[in-house]
């Protein structure tokens, strides 16, 4: 599911802005999962936009398979255009 070429990667192709998924296996069946955006705004406007199906995401597939899941938070790199 959360493979670089899985459902959530599909799930986020769907936004401008998006660029890939990093999957990082941590043993004990955890796994960390990194979804990398071109700016803040692409990611913003993907969570707006997708909101619903976003929720609908969680309620018919993470619900079933992930014990806990944590927003460990998001970083930005300054690059000049994004007003930083």
Known sequence: MFRVEGIWARFLRQ???YIATEVKSE???RYRVRDLWSGHRGFEIFRERYSEDFAEFDRRIVDELVEKQEFVGAYY????????
């Open 77 to 84: 790199q300054a690059n000049g255009d994004e007003g930083f």
């Open 15 to 17: 936004a401008p802005g």
């Open 27 to 29: 043993g004990d069946e």
